[in-house]
């Protein structure tokens, strides 16, 4: 099984920037979608944005929405979360999560199989 691996996590102020990433050794094809989840305590984890690997194409969470950007490098099977202008209701683990497929009307927000081990963000006021 596949062991995705999440890095970056940390604390920071309101206001302040924080990049997450995560290696996922053998996703070097075109025809799967990445996605960052995240749970906050006492709440059920949550979709935050996903990225088809095929087009490129991103989907944000509202919530999230112009202040995350995700990225990837394929030539490192890296996925990337950029994190601007956090505020405390961001505060959560964040898990990287791919699952394999075509996705031609974008990735789902539910299946995934694989998963990292999850990294800290905490955001204080």
């Known amino acids: 099984q596949v062991q995705l691996v999440e890095s970056g996590g940390g604390s920071v102020q309101a206001g302040g920037s924080l990049r997450l990433s995560c290696v996922a050794p053998?996703?070097?094809?075109?025809?799967?979608?990445m996605g960052w989840f995240r749970q906050a305590p006492g709440k059920e984890r949550e979709w935050v944005v996903d990225?088809?690997?095929?087009?490129?194409?991103?989907s944000y969470a509202d919530s999230v929405k112009g202040r995350f950007t995700v990225s990837q490098d394929k030539a490192k099977s890296t996925l990337y979360l950029q994190m601007n202008s956090l505020k405390p209701e961001d505060t959560a683990i964040y898990y990287c999560?791919?699952?394999?497929?075509?996705?031609?009307?974008?990735?789902?927000?539910?299946?995934?199989?694989?998963w990292g081990q999850g990294t800290q963000v905490t955001v204080s006021s």
């Open positions: 999560a791919a699952v394999i497929g075509r996705f031609l009307y974008g990735c789902p927000k539910l299946g995934y199989n694989y």
């Open positions: 053998g996703f070097t094809g075109s025809s799967y979608c």
């Open positions: 990225i088809y690997t095929g087009s490129g194409i991103t």
